[in-house]
């Protein structure tokens, strides 16, 4: 019989070695199983791994399971898919996903950042699994070995089940989950602490949030079933200034905001007062009006709203900006005048809130055209606007259409990501130094603006421009009319129309800094009482 040589004998045990080793191999490999229980012959595996505790899903491997269309960008590092109605985007080393609808653009926040590995998007699974669940039908269930496509979405037995509180320095956010959107939400304040959300049409765990342990201001939690809506009622201590109520439209979580006079303005107003003790002339040297910032809106590659006949906004602003600077230097001796922009090029939303803060401004007067999707259009005149989450679908609506410019910006994603509808709120709060002041100011523009201009008063409103933001000072942001309406646009393009508004706008500011330096004098600030 022929002998095998040495070395085959070798590689054949070798290769029965491997064979032997390649189920235990296989188990070891990074994978968990997707499971669909309306037809299993479409069960897969999708590749995972654990970082940091926090249990990792490949998102590309679960979209081409769910036949759900991507996109992979690789210059800007992102991956972009649709479902329905609604756009995602998820960006490498960035725990915030961009959701956009037909409506509006959310945040949605991740535990940690998203990870690119073997030529993959991975993402944390479970907090994933929620925010999928509320935009794609099946649902998603993992039960801590694999993932389960269900046949139909997991109906809860209560809409409420937790309460959850996060102290602030200068108030206090209260987080309460829920499973879907809920609608006419409601919510007052009694003179004797207690507060009162009422939620219709849901139902609640009253035991589970009755043992709620409170937290910080919060004394004690109460939740009522009624037949028709629930009740939650929180025993607040402490000298209440305001509330916010609303609910975040992708995670469906009812956001709470109790705001107080914190310690960060119990040092303001110490501050003021050694400074008045100190001498009064050098605090009026000190808080003196003498820088007004004008933000002429848009600009260079960003045209703003077009106009029925082509007008573009960036050129209405512009010259209404250049008007009021004009205005104020020749009439407001001792004013120095900084703009944001005074020509046709395009500045960052971020960094027309720096250059107001690096010239120490005093006032911020941002000035834009409003505009409807339907042109022409028989809604007109003009509306001042606060910086605060707005109140309605419409000023949402207007300030998303602005806030849209950040997408032209390089790196918008990573710039403006902790701009979550819930931090937006904590963000205004840290501006409450200067609420005061901007509502006095909103005031007495739109008081001049109906005077003077002829255009329709629709009001002082509210919505979160971001372009407010960074401005660390009294601030407004002016639509000063509809472009998408016929006679509006024939006034803003006019030479004559944009001088109205200009000396509008240049009162409202001279007699701003009228009441303030008298108040000023007398060691009192805008809003407060005798």
Known sequence: MRRLPFAYFLLCCLAAAMLFRAPALYAQRNTM????????????????????????C???DLLQALDINASESEEKQKLQFTVGSYSVKAARGNAFLVVNDQQRQSIYQLPLGVVYASGS????????????????QPSLRFNGTYVLVATAPAAPQYDITSVLFEPKSNGMLIRIPTPRPLKDLESWLRNDGWFYVTIPDARADTDAVDRTKPAGMVKKVVAIQSPMSVQLTFKLSGTISSTELIQNPVTKDIVITIRTKGGEDRMVERKRREDLRAGLDLQRDRWDLDVIVIDPGHGGKDWGAIGVSGVREKDITLGIGLKLGKLIKKG???????YTRSDDRFIELDRRGQIANEADGKLFVSIHCNSLKRKPNPTRGFEVYLLRPGRTEEAIAIAERENAVIEMEEGYEKRYQQLTEENFILVTMAQSAHVKASEAFADITQR???????????????AGFYVLVGAAMPNVLVEAAYLSNREDERYLKSDS??????????????????????LLLEGREIGEKR
């Open 121 to 136: 998007y991975f993402v944390p699974l479970k907090s994933f699994i929620h925010f999928f669940n509320n935009i794609h």
């Open 332 to 338: 407001l001796s001792g004013v120095r005048v900084v």
């Open 58 to 60: 490949s998102l590309t």
């Open 497 to 518: 129309g944009q001088q109205k508004i200009a000396e509008s706008l240049y009162r409202a500011i001279k007699t701003y800094k009228e009441e303030y330096e008298k």
């Open 33 to 56: 199983r997707l499971e669909f229980e309306a037809d299993p012959s479409k069960n897969t595996i999708i590749g995972t791994f654990m970082r940091d505790g926090i249990q990792y």
């Open 448 to 462: 001049e603006m109906e005077s003077r201009t002829g255009l329709s008063n629709r009001g002082v409103r509210q």
